[in-house]
């Protein structure tokens, strides 16, 4: 089983529309999580990290779920330059760092 | 400030060349990685550094050599490139601190021949 697993996509939805992604982890040591985005042929960036509380950040909301060991990412009133990849990120260490990328999911934004 | 900056950004190399991908920042960052994104399998991580004088492997180390003798400077050395190095590089800092982002270099796209 990947450490991290993401579902590729792609996901295709219209503008305006609300669309969901998942992330799921294996290790129940993981400390701390994050949504990058990447846009095509560039370098990835962070969206935003993902509290045990869950946080929202404008249009986005981040969830995690440790008893089910996913995490999630939720757009609102999706835009066309929402268009990207979305990784998920594991860090399963402090003080030695390992953080485990996902495939990405790819997402669409159809005007 | 200029961030984490890669050179060369696209380089096309024959089998058994070898070639050192340049990775610089003025973050004043300790953590810096290397990374490489192929279709599929997501970035798996080649070498790391906590500081300078320190390096690690990671998840795919084998063909690569790293050094770290400052702060600001984490080459990647191709001892002898194979067509299977062909990939996207990426170089990234990391802060240890607050929101433990990663910061990465614009990417170097190889070929390998």
């Known amino acids: 089983r990947k450490e991290v697993e993401q579902d590729p996509g792609p996901f295709n939805v219209p503008e305006g529309a609300t669309v969901a992604f998942n992330c799921t982890y294996s290790?129940?040591?993981?400390?701390?999580f994050f949504w990058y985005r990447q846009d095509c042929r560039k370098e990835p960036k962070l969206l935003m990290s993902v509290y045990s509380s869950g946080n929202e950040d404008g249009r986005f909301t981040a969830q995690l779920n440790r008893a089910s060991q996913y995490i999630s990412l939720l757009i609102r009133d999706s835009k066309l330059s929402d268009s990207a990849t979305y990784l998920c990120v594991v860090n399963i260490h402090f003080g030695n760092e390992k953080l485990t990328f996902g495939t990405g999911t790819r997402l669409t934004i159809i005007p | 400030n200029a961030g984490v900056t890669q050179t060369p950004k696209f380089q096309v190399l024959k089998t058994g060349q070898s070639m050192t991908l340049q990775c610089a920042q003025d973050m004043n960052h300790e953590y810096m990685s290397w990374y490489r994104q192929d279709p599929g399998m997501g970035l798996r991580l080649i070498h790391y550094?906590?500081?300078?004088?320190?390096?690690d492997q990671g998840e795919v180390p084998n063909g690569y050599n790293v050094s770290r003798s400052t702060t600001e400077d984490f080459p990647l050395r191709l001892l002898s490139a194979a067509p299977s190095q062909t990939s996207v590089y990426f170089c990234?800092?990391?802060?240890?601190?607050?929101?433990?982002?990663?910061?990465f270099g614009p990417g170097t796209r190889l070929t390998v021949l």
């Open positions: 290790n129940s040591a993981s400390q701390s």
């Open positions: 990234a800092t990391l802060r240890l601190a607050g929101t433990y982002e990663q910061f």
């Open positions: 550094s906590v500081g300078a004088g320190i390096t």
